[in-house]
């Protein structure tokens, strides 16, 4: 197309200042066949294909508590342990899901994925409001606790989408690409929402999907109740829908049935037979003319038309009593339906008979986005088949992952919060228990994480400045940010160094990055760093550890003459106030003690410690803003506690953890850590994937305890599990309440003196 010599200038003037063209010149200047395209600030046809190699951090292969392995089987053995499915293992991985989406994409894994037949089904439902509460309810003894949602939850569900709607836009059109390329040919996917972002998603999964791969706008009545409690004010009709959004090219669809309606049962359905049947009456005639139906069948006139069905079946339906005979010759035979026989009515796209999780529900877990399983079933009942692999990667407390392991599918879920991930694990956990008890099917599954992690903006980035404008713009925001960590930890800032960016007396201080964990690769810097320059002694401060990654990263640094200290970052580092009154206290990561107990060649495991530093709010801050009558719970130097003030002002506390056990959600065994190496699979220069030893092992989950809601009992000693003589390293994993893992190997000596 010709261009004015205004609109070439114009051109020349946007391309010399590093501008973004407007969008009249980009589809003036760049053909494009689309009709309708949804345009936002930023927008970029940039996809992420970064690769990066999964780490496995831990392996639930049996569900086992209950049954002591005191007896040395045999091969000629029956295994008894369960029914635990070959071949494929499910996956549960922890972290940032464009990350996870694109090495999946692009790795050694999508292999795997494709030798299953390639994902047939994903299920999303992101967090779409970003003003939404994404604390937990967390029960301590007889008190609920709300625990803040961890700094990379915040930072990425808040700082990154809450700009608006342009970021909100852009992260989801980025994902929904990456799972549009992951999603097998003949797969479908369900997009789950609100009345926030309904509007703009359609327009996104059309552009990324294509209209014709539009299926269905699922809306489902979420709530149930008055009017005051469906938010309903003098200005507005109240909120009370969700909609999902299914798109696909599949030809799976399996037809689903809801329960009749009671008033049209009481209205069609009024017959009874003689064997107490419930029946509608049903035309027998042909609507077309067809001479070869045309028959007298007792006395009886066939229709104009003739019969709807043969003679043959007419004789086979009177013998099973489905036909009607009218009292008069004249009238006409007809057919009884029976109520018993109905499937129900074929779902349409308004789902109003699958009610929320109540208060008291037994699924419920506390979970503040949680759905019912219900609305899953129905779901993975539809768009999939038993033996399909489905996906969930804004898994959340597992619901998709649960529902898919009962009905016989293989699953991959993933999510940023930590918690999260814990939560879907003793989920999944108890899944698997259910269907041993019952004699069912089941599959192993694993827990993984990205074994390096992309730098990434912990403060937004513009978008359309140069990339030399970035990183300038990029590198003082860190500088500001490790600043900040540094002057709270009272660290002295040091230059020189890759790795150290303080001092603390005379320790070195090492900063991880504001919006991702510690990895072992940050602290294998770190280490190769201390060796360098002849360091022994140093700190590393992060506000999220890498699974996985203590006590072992820790015995290695000792081993080599370094003494390294692992510290949580609390989030009210951010609290300027906090930092002025000296307030902000860097609590180690936890520790475990146990005590092995043996049985002739057999082993049981006692956990007999635990400590935990954590901090949230304060005493002081939570006396100082109760009103009268109020209470708060808080915690301070690893206790939990509740602050009361009655109404003549008085203020109580009260220690709600009255032991170290009040800390532990979860804990599990692996009576032989060093059995199972870790092999990853990694892409080489030339493309080719080879297989390389980590210089890790596996936690295998061979026994665990956990706290469930319905049950908060906890064991504390394992059963005994019988090894081969010898020494050998036992692994015992804990997670607190709040889903943070620490792990303790001891060394055993099985059959010894």
Not at 393 to 415: H, M, N, Q, Y
Not at 606 to 629: C, I, K, P, R, W
Not at 677 to 698: C, L, P, Q, S, Y
């Amino acid at each position: 197309m010709k261009l004015t010599d205004n609109e070439i200038r114009d051109i020349t003037r946007y391309l010399e200042a590093g501008k973004p063209l407007p969008d009249q010149y980009r589809f003036l200047l760049f053909e494009d066949k689309r009709e309708v395209e949804l345009v936002w600030n930023g927008k970029t046809d940039e996809i992420c294909n970064v690769v990066l190699p999964f780490q496995v951090i831990e392996n639930v292969d049996e569900p086992r508590k209950e049954v002591d392995q005191t007896i040395q089987r045999t091969l000629f053995d029956i295994d008894d342990r369960g029914r635990q499915l070959k071949g494929w293992t499910n996956k549960l991985i922890w972290g940032d899901n464009k990350l996870i989406l694109s090495s999946l994409k692009n790795g050694p894994l999508r292999e795997e994925i494709e030798k299953q037949g390639g994902i047939k089904l994903i299920y999303i439902d992101p967090p779409f409001d970003v003003g939404a509460d994404f604390s937990m309810n967390i029960e301590i003894g007889d008190e609920m606790f709300a625990k803040e949602p961890g700094i990379l939850e915040e930072i990425a569900f808040r700082d990154t989408w809450g700009k608006g709607t342009d970021s909100f836009i852009a992260m989801i059109y980025e994902r929904l690409v990456l799972m549009r390329d992951l999603l097998a040919e003949d797969g479908s996917i369900y997009v789950h929402c609100d009345w926030r972002v309904n509007s703009y998603l359609k327009l996104i999964l059309d552009e990324i999907f294509g209209p014709k791969a539009y299926k269905n706008e699922i809306i489902w009545k979420r709530k149930t109740g008055s009017s005051s409690e469906l938010g309903v004010t003098s200005k507005q009709y109240g909120r009370d829908l969700d909609h999902i959004f299914f798109y696909g090219t599949s030809n799976t669809f399996n037809t689903q049935y809801r329960e009749p309606d009671p008033e049209y049962i009481k209205k069609f359905f009024r017959h009874v037979d003689e064997n107490n049947r419930r029946y509608r009456i049903d035309n027998l005639a042909n609507p077309a003319y067809r001479p070869n139906l045309i028959y007298e069948y007792k006395g009886f006139k066939p229709p104009k038309n003739g019969w709807a069905i043969s003679l043959e079946k007419m004789k086979k339906w009177d013998e099973e009593g489905r036909l009607y005979f009218p009292k008069k010759k004249d009238g006409r035979i007809q057919r009884k339906r029976f109520l018993d026989e109905l499937k129900g009515q074929p779902l349409s796209d308004l789902w109003d008979d699958v009610l929320p999780l109540a208060s008291q529900a037994s699924e419920r877990l506390g979970f503040p986005t949680q759905k019912p399983e219900a609305l899953l079933e129905r779901i993975i009942k539809t768009s999939s088949n038993e033996g399909d692999l489905i996906a969930d990667f804004f898994c959340g407390s597992g619901t998709a992952l649960a529902v898919a392991e009962k009905l016989g599918r293989k699953w991959i879920g993933s999510d940023l919060g930590k918690f999260a991930i814990h939560t879907t694990r003793k989920r999944m956990i108890e899944v698997q228990r259910e269907l041993k008890a019952d004699n069912k099917d089941y599959r192993s599954f694993e827990i993984l994480n990205l074994g390096k992690y992309e730098r990434q903006h912990f403060i937004g980035i513009n978008p359309n400045l140069r990339d030399e404008l970035k990183q300038k713009q990029l590198a003082e925001k860190e500088k500001n940010f490790v600043s900040l960590i540094l002057s709270a930890y009272h660290a002295e800032p040091v230059e020189g160094f890759n790795t150290f960016t303080g001092k603390k007396k005379n320790r070195m201080v090492a900063v991880g990055p504001v919006n991702l964990p510690v990895t072992r690769l940050f602290a294998e810097e770190v280490i190769g760093e201390c060796r360098q320059k002849y360091i022994t002694r140093v700190d590393i401060l992060g506000f999220e550890f890498e699974m996985g990654l203590f006590p072992g990263i820790q015995e290695e640094a000792k081993q080599k003459g370094i003494d390294m200290a692992l510290k949580y970052i609390p989030r009210d580092v951010f609290d300027k106030r906090a930092i002025e009154k000296s307030q902000v206290v860097f609590h180690d990561v936890s520790y475990i003690e146990v005590r092995p107990h043996y049985k002739g060649n057999s082993v049981a495991i006692e956990l007999t410690d635990f400590s935990s530093f954590y901090n949230q709010d304060s005493v002081e801050n939570a006396t100082a803003g109760l009103n009268n009558g109020g209470k708060k719970i808080v915690i301070e130097n690893g206790q939990i506690i509740k602050v009361s003030k009655n109404k003549n002002g008085d203020v109580s506390e009260e220690r709600l953890t009255r032991s170290w056990m009040d800390w532990i959600d979860y804990w599990a065994v692996d009576f032989d850590f060093e059995s199972k190496k870790e092999i990853i699979r990694v892409k080489t220069e030339d493309g080719a994937t080879m297989e390389i030893w980590t210089g890790e092992n596996i936690f295998e989950n061979e026994w665990q305890s956990f706290r469930t809601r319905r049950d908060r009992t906890l064991e504390l000693k394992s059963i005994y599990k019988e090894c081969k003589t010898g020494r050998r390293k036992i692994a015992v994993k804990v997670v607190d309440i709040f889903g943070n893992d620490t792990m303790k190997i001891i060394d055993v000596n099985i059959g010894g003196e």
